[in-house]
């Protein structure tokens, strides 16, 4: 049973930076495609990072050259490195992996305020 669980949200002020960690088990990780989307209040989800079994990555462009996805195999970790964050940026966050389907994790509060 695949199974994932983010951890790294909080409360940061605006310029501020977070890194997101996504530990995932019950899978091939090392073969999976794996992404960041987010969601804020009364939007849809969307991605915001997404980083194939490669090590290719494609970002939104709202984050480009501020957030940075990476991944770990041995380790079976997602990580997405979050810097100058802006209020924008304020959404709950998730962890998605495809292999064979789409699997999400629980996600994680990232609010961006003074």
């Known amino acids: 049973q695949v199974q994932l669980v983010e951890s790294g949200g909080g409360l940061v002020q605006p310029g501020g930076s977070l890194r997101l960690s996504c530990a995932v088990s019950g899978s091939i990780f090392s073969i999976a495609a794996l992404g960041w989307y987010r969601q804020a209040p009364g939007k849809q989800r969307e991605l915001v990072a997404a980083i194939t079994n490669a090590g290719s990555t494609n970002y939104a462009d709202s984050v480009k050259g501020r957030f940075t996805i990476s991944r770990d195999n041995p380790k079976k970790m997602l990580y997405l490195q979050m810097n100058s964050l802006k209020p924008e940026d304020t959404a709950v966050y998730y962890c998605?992996?495809?292999?064979?389907?789409?699997?999400w994790g629980q996600g994680t509060q990232v609010t961006v305020s003074s």
């Open positions: 998605r992996l495809v292999q064979s389907r789409v699997y």
